[in-house]
Protein backbone atom coordinates (compact mmCIF):
# COMPACT_ATOMS: atom_id res chain seq x y z
CA UNK A 1 0.00 0.00 0.00
CA UNK A 2 1.27 3.14 -1.04
CA UNK A 3 0.48 6.61 1.31
CA UNK A 4 1.49 10.45 0.31
CA UNK A 5 2.29 12.38 3.74
CA UNK A 6 2.07 16.19 3.37
CA UNK A 7 3.17 18.07 5.92
CA UNK A 8 5.57 20.82 5.44
CA UNK A 9 6.87 20.36 8.78
CA UNK A 10 9.81 18.07 7.60
CA UNK A 11 10.90 16.71 10.71
CA UNK A 12 6.90 15.44 11.76
CA UNK A 13 7.06 14.63 7.97
CA UNK A 14 10.05 12.09 8.61
CA UNK A 15 8.54 10.94 11.83
CA UNK A 16 4.96 9.66 9.97
CA UNK A 17 7.29 8.21 7.18
CA UNK A 18 9.54 6.06 9.42
CA UNK A 19 6.64 5.03 11.27
CA UNK A 20 4.51 3.67 7.85
CA UNK A 21 7.92 2.68 6.81
CA UNK A 22 7.44 0.03 9.92
CA UNK A 23 4.11 -0.78 8.90
CA UNK A 24 5.45 -2.02 5.54
CA UNK A 25 3.55 0.61 3.37
CA UNK A 26 5.37 2.83 0.49
CA UNK A 27 5.47 6.26 1.22
CA UNK A 28 5.49 9.45 -0.56
CA UNK A 29 6.43 13.17 0.96
CA UNK A 30 4.95 16.36 0.22
CA UNK A 31 5.72 19.39 1.96
CA UNK A 32 3.16 21.84 0.10
CA UNK A 33 -0.31 21.82 -1.08
CA UNK A 34 0.67 22.08 -5.14
CA UNK A 35 3.52 19.18 -5.01
CA UNK A 36 0.70 17.23 -3.11
CA UNK A 37 -1.42 17.49 -6.07
CA UNK A 38 1.36 17.14 -8.15
CA UNK A 39 2.34 13.72 -6.94
CA UNK A 40 -0.94 12.73 -6.44
CA UNK A 41 -2.15 13.40 -10.15
CA UNK A 42 1.37 11.52 -10.95
CA UNK A 43 1.42 8.68 -9.02
CA UNK A 44 -1.72 7.93 -7.43
CA UNK A 45 -1.59 6.96 -3.95
CA UNK A 46 -3.93 4.33 -1.95
CA UNK A 47 -4.13 6.79 1.11
CA UNK A 48 -2.99 10.64 1.61
CA UNK A 49 -2.23 11.98 5.46
CA UNK A 50 -2.75 15.88 4.96
CA UNK A 51 -1.89 18.67 6.79
CA UNK A 52 -4.53 21.28 6.98
CA UNK A 53 -1.34 24.01 7.18
CA UNK A 54 0.34 24.17 4.19
CA UNK A 55 2.40 26.82 1.75
CA UNK A 56 0.84 27.38 -1.81
CA UNK A 57 -2.49 25.76 -1.22
CA UNK A 58 -3.80 25.02 1.89
CA UNK A 59 -5.32 21.05 3.05
CA UNK A 60 -8.67 21.99 2.49
CA UNK A 61 -8.04 23.26 -1.12
CA UNK A 62 -6.53 20.11 -1.83
CA UNK A 63 -8.80 17.71 -0.38
CA UNK A 64 -11.50 19.57 -2.61
CA UNK A 65 -9.94 19.21 -5.55
CA UNK A 66 -8.72 16.14 -5.30
CA UNK A 67 -12.56 15.20 -4.01
CA UNK A 68 -13.53 15.97 -7.46
CA UNK A 69 -11.71 13.15 -9.73
CA UNK A 70 -11.21 10.54 -6.67
CA UNK A 71 -12.34 8.62 -3.67
CA UNK A 72 -8.84 7.96 -1.90
CA UNK A 73 -8.76 7.95 1.34
CA UNK A 74 -7.73 11.11 3.16
CA UNK A 75 -7.27 11.28 6.74
CA UNK A 76 -6.68 15.47 7.21
CA UNK A 77 -3.97 16.13 9.84
CA UNK A 78 -3.97 19.55 11.53
CA UNK A 79 -2.87 21.56 14.95
CA UNK A 80 -6.12 23.33 14.83
CA UNK A 81 -8.47 21.51 17.11
CA UNK A 82 -12.02 24.06 17.02
CA UNK A 83 -14.77 21.84 16.27
CA UNK A 84 -15.59 23.64 12.87
CA UNK A 85 -12.15 23.23 11.57
CA UNK A 86 -12.56 19.62 11.66
CA UNK A 87 -16.67 19.73 10.39
CA UNK A 88 -15.36 21.65 7.50
CA UNK A 89 -12.57 18.94 6.65
CA UNK A 90 -15.28 16.06 6.87
CA UNK A 91 -17.88 18.35 4.65
CA UNK A 92 -15.43 18.76 1.85
CA UNK A 93 -14.37 14.57 1.90
CA UNK A 94 -11.95 13.87 4.38
CA UNK A 95 -12.39 10.58 5.43
CA UNK A 96 -11.00 11.38 9.36
CA UNK A 97 -9.61 14.25 11.68
CA UNK A 98 -6.07 14.13 13.78
CA UNK A 99 -5.09 17.18 15.59
CA UNK A 100 -1.69 17.61 16.41
CA UNK A 101 0.05 16.66 19.01
CA UNK A 102 -0.71 13.24 18.02
CA UNK A 103 0.56 9.75 18.64
CA UNK A 104 2.09 8.31 15.19
CA UNK A 105 0.49 4.59 16.50
CA UNK A 106 -2.80 6.67 16.84
CA UNK A 107 -2.24 7.67 13.09
CA UNK A 108 -1.31 4.19 12.00
CA UNK A 109 -3.94 2.98 13.63
CA UNK A 110 -6.67 4.94 12.12
CA UNK A 111 -5.20 3.96 8.97
CA UNK A 112 -6.04 0.18 9.31
CA UNK A 113 -9.27 1.69 10.76
CA UNK A 114 -9.97 3.28 7.31
CA UNK A 115 -8.54 0.52 5.26
CA UNK A 116 -10.96 -2.32 7.04
CA UNK A 117 -14.02 0.21 6.85
CA UNK A 118 -14.08 1.14 2.89
CA UNK A 119 -12.26 -2.25 2.12
CA UNK A 120 -9.93 -0.52 -0.13
CA UNK A 121 -7.00 -2.95 0.06
CA UNK A 122 -5.84 -3.28 -3.69
CA UNK A 123 -5.82 -7.43 -4.58
CA UNK A 124 -3.36 -6.64 -6.91
CA UNK A 125 -0.06 -8.94 -7.72
CA UNK A 126 2.43 -7.48 -9.46
CA UNK A 127 6.07 -8.60 -10.28
CA UNK A 128 8.50 -7.37 -12.89
CA UNK A 129 6.69 -9.82 -15.92
CA UNK A 130 3.09 -10.19 -14.71
CA UNK A 131 0.23 -8.01 -13.08
CA UNK A 132 -2.34 -10.03 -11.77
CA UNK A 133 -6.13 -9.09 -10.74
CA UNK A 134 -8.36 -11.81 -9.44
CA UNK A 135 -9.02 -13.46 -12.91
CA UNK A 136 -7.43 -10.83 -15.19
CA UNK A 137 -3.58 -12.06 -15.85
CA UNK A 138 -1.09 -9.46 -18.04
CA UNK A 139 1.60 -11.37 -19.67
CA UNK A 140 4.32 -8.73 -20.03
CA UNK A 141 6.77 -10.60 -20.85
CA UNK A 142 4.89 -12.41 -23.53
CA UNK A 143 2.63 -9.42 -24.04
CA UNK A 144 -0.12 -11.38 -23.62
CA UNK A 145 -3.63 -10.62 -21.50
CA UNK A 146 -5.85 -13.49 -19.90
CA UNK A 147 -9.24 -13.95 -18.24
CA UNK A 148 -8.89 -17.30 -16.38
CA UNK A 149 -7.45 -19.94 -19.18
CA UNK A 150 -9.16 -17.30 -22.20
CA UNK A 151 -6.60 -15.21 -24.16
CA UNK A 152 -8.08 -12.02 -24.99
CA UNK A 153 -7.36 -10.84 -28.78
CA UNK A 154 -6.48 -7.21 -28.18
CA UNK A 155 -4.01 -4.59 -30.72
CA UNK A 156 -1.21 -3.90 -29.85
CA UNK A 157 -2.22 -0.22 -28.23
CA UNK A 158 -4.76 -2.00 -26.41
CA UNK A 159 -2.34 -3.84 -24.31
CA UNK A 160 0.42 -0.89 -23.94
CA UNK A 161 -2.78 1.31 -21.80
CA UNK A 162 -3.91 -1.98 -20.46
CA UNK A 163 -0.52 -2.87 -18.78
CA UNK A 164 -0.04 1.26 -18.10
CA UNK A 165 -2.98 1.67 -16.40
CA UNK A 166 -3.50 -1.82 -14.28
CA UNK A 167 0.49 -0.92 -12.73
CA UNK A 168 -0.96 1.52 -10.81
CA UNK A 169 -4.77 0.59 -9.62
CA UNK A 170 -6.73 3.53 -8.72
CA UNK A 171 -4.41 5.70 -10.04
CA UNK A 172 -6.54 8.46 -12.32
CA UNK A 173 -4.75 8.64 -16.16
CA UNK A 174 -5.77 11.89 -17.98
CA UNK A 175 -6.10 11.12 -21.63
CA UNK A 176 -2.92 13.65 -22.11
CA UNK A 177 -1.19 11.37 -19.56
CA UNK A 178 -2.39 8.42 -21.89
CA UNK A 179 -1.95 9.96 -25.23
CA UNK A 180 1.87 10.94 -24.62
CA UNK A 181 2.79 8.24 -22.67
CA UNK A 182 1.34 5.24 -25.60
CA UNK A 183 1.19 7.49 -28.67
CA UNK A 184 4.45 9.61 -27.73
CA UNK A 185 4.49 13.27 -27.53
CA UNK A 186 4.85 13.84 -30.93
CA UNK A 187 1.38 12.75 -32.12
CA UNK A 188 -0.91 15.03 -33.84
CA UNK A 189 -4.03 13.14 -34.30
CA UNK A 190 -7.58 13.27 -32.20
CA UNK A 191 -7.33 13.40 -28.44
CA UNK A 192 -9.94 11.10 -28.58
CA UNK A 193 -8.31 8.13 -29.74
CA UNK A 194 -7.92 7.59 -26.76
CA UNK A 195 -11.36 7.02 -25.85
CA UNK A 196 -11.66 4.78 -29.17
CA UNK A 197 -9.24 2.52 -27.89
CA UNK A 198 -10.46 2.48 -24.35
CA UNK A 199 -14.29 2.22 -25.12
CA UNK A 200 -12.98 -1.27 -27.21
CA UNK A 201 -10.55 -2.47 -24.85
CA UNK A 202 -13.61 -2.83 -21.84
CA UNK A 203 -16.22 -4.26 -24.53
CA UNK A 204 -13.10 -7.34 -24.74
CA UNK A 205 -13.21 -7.29 -21.32
CA UNK A 206 -16.32 -7.62 -20.16
CA UNK A 207 -17.08 -11.12 -22.62
CA UNK A 208 -15.32 -12.66 -20.51
CA UNK A 209 -15.70 -10.64 -16.67
CA UNK A 210 -18.57 -9.71 -15.19
CA UNK A 211 -17.17 -8.80 -11.87
CA UNK A 212 -13.86 -7.92 -11.23
CA UNK A 213 -11.31 -5.50 -12.36
CA UNK A 214 -12.05 -3.15 -15.10
CA UNK A 215 -11.40 0.36 -16.59
CA UNK A 216 -13.56 3.13 -15.34
CA UNK A 217 -14.35 6.86 -16.21
CA UNK A 218 -13.66 10.02 -14.49
CA UNK A 219 -16.28 12.42 -15.40
CA UNK A 220 -14.24 15.33 -16.67
CA UNK A 221 -10.64 13.94 -16.06
CA UNK A 222 -9.86 10.40 -17.46
CA UNK A 223 -9.41 6.91 -16.26
CA UNK A 224 -8.78 4.51 -13.74
CA UNK A 225 -8.30 0.76 -13.03
CA UNK A 226 -10.71 -0.22 -10.43
CA UNK A 227 -12.67 -3.44 -9.00
CA UNK A 228 -15.73 -3.08 -9.75
CA UNK A 229 -19.11 -5.41 -10.22
CA UNK A 230 -21.95 -5.54 -13.63
CA UNK A 231 -24.71 -6.42 -12.17
Known amino acids: MKILIVDDNR ?20 YDGKEAIE ?9 ILLDVMLPEIDGFEV ?23 RIMGLDIGADDYIVKPFSPAEVMARIRAIMRRIG ?3 EVETNENTIKCGNLTIDIEKFSVYINED ?13 MIA ?11 LLDSIWGIDYYGDIRTVDTHIKRLRAK ?27
Not at 40 to 47: L, M, Q, R, S, T
Not at 151 to 163: C, F, H, V
Not at 167 to 177: G, I, L
Open 11 to 30: DINDVLVKYCKNQGYSTMSA
Open 205 to 231: IEKYEKKGWDITTVRGVGYKFEKISRI
Open 39 to 47: IYEKDGADI
Open 120 to 122: REI
Open 167 to 177: SSPQKVFTRDN
Open 63 to 85: CRRIRKYSNVPIIMVTAKGEDMD
Open 151 to 163: ELSLTKKEKELLI
